[in-house]
T-cell receptor
Framework: SAVISQKPSRDICQRGTSLTIQCQVD?????MFWYRQQPGQSLTLIAT?????????ESGFVIDKFPISRPNLTFSTLTVSNMSPEDSSIYLC???????????FGSGTRLTVV | QQQVKQSPQSLIVQKGGISIINCAYE??????FPWYQQFPGKGPALLIA?????SEKKEGRFTISFNKSAKQFSLHIMDSQPGDSATYFC???????????FGTGTRLTIIP
């Protein structure tokens, strides 16, 4: 599997502030995916980030709330903006590392908003 | 719209037994079906995956069975061990850098 380094691993933030989550992949990938996992729930796709173009957001997620950067083929950031307690979740990045290596995930960022 | 349905929600299996988790999908364009294992506080880890050109794939104690006509696939864990206690997610995608759609997850507990 591809190795994904995600940070921070966890954070506690005040409501109204923003947090930027970083993902670094050990190989060049076309697409990077950002997911949210609410406590005890499954994974929901937030957006797909393609290098050199605007991210594509899923229904219910908007760029103003979750801006994404994808400056090169190995790195991406997700910002959770103007946070509220409802944003408390685990945020995960993922890549498709090809037919053999498959889709792999970072270790996640556990966000608590107080 | 729930495109991948997973069952059961929770499962308790005795050590040494067989754990079976089932998933059904709707979108016939899906052609990649992975299973993930997730421990508390960790990200999902790819366990095993199958593509629809085969009906079964085995890796160690883990086997995926795939029924294309029924649009179903399942994970079998043979000789289940306490260390297998985790949450398991099935998923599906159209492959080739397409997004994964996840099932709702199964919390597996292996008891001695």
């Amino acid at each position: 599997s591809a190795v994904i380094s995600q940070k921070p691993s966890r954070d506690i933030c005040q409501r109204g502030t923003s947090l930027t989550i970083q993902c670094q992949v050990d190989s060049q990938v076309t697409m990077m995916f950002w997911y949210r996992q609410q406590p005890g729930q499954s994974l929901t796709l937030i957006a797909t980030a393609n290098q050199g173009s605007e991210a594509t957001y899923e229904s219910g997620f908007v760029i103003d709330k979750f801006p994404i950067s994808r400056p090169n083929l190995t790195f991406s950031t997700l910002t959770v903006s103007n946070m509220s307690p409802e944003d408390s979740s685990i945020y995960l990045c993922s890549v498709d590392a090809g037919r053999v290596r498959g889709y792999t995930f970072g270790s996640g960022t556990r966000l608590t908003v107080v | 719209q729930q495109q991948v349905k997973q069952s059961p929600q929770s499962l308790i299996v005795q050590k040494g037994g067989i754990s079976i988790i089932n998933c059904a999908y709707e979108n016939t364009a899906f052609d990649y079906f992975p299973w993930y294992q997730q421990f508390p506080g960790k990200g999902p880890a790819l366990l095993i995956a199958i593509r629809p050109d085969v009906s079964e794939k085995k890796e160690g104690r883990f086997t995926i069975s795939f029924n294309k006509s029924a649009k179903q696939f399942s994970l079998h864990i043979m000789d289940s061990q306490p260390g297998d206690s985790a949450t398991y997610f099935c998923a599906a995608s159209k492959g080739g850098n397409e997004k994964l759609t996840f099932g709702t997850g199964t919390r597996l507990t292996i008891i001695p």
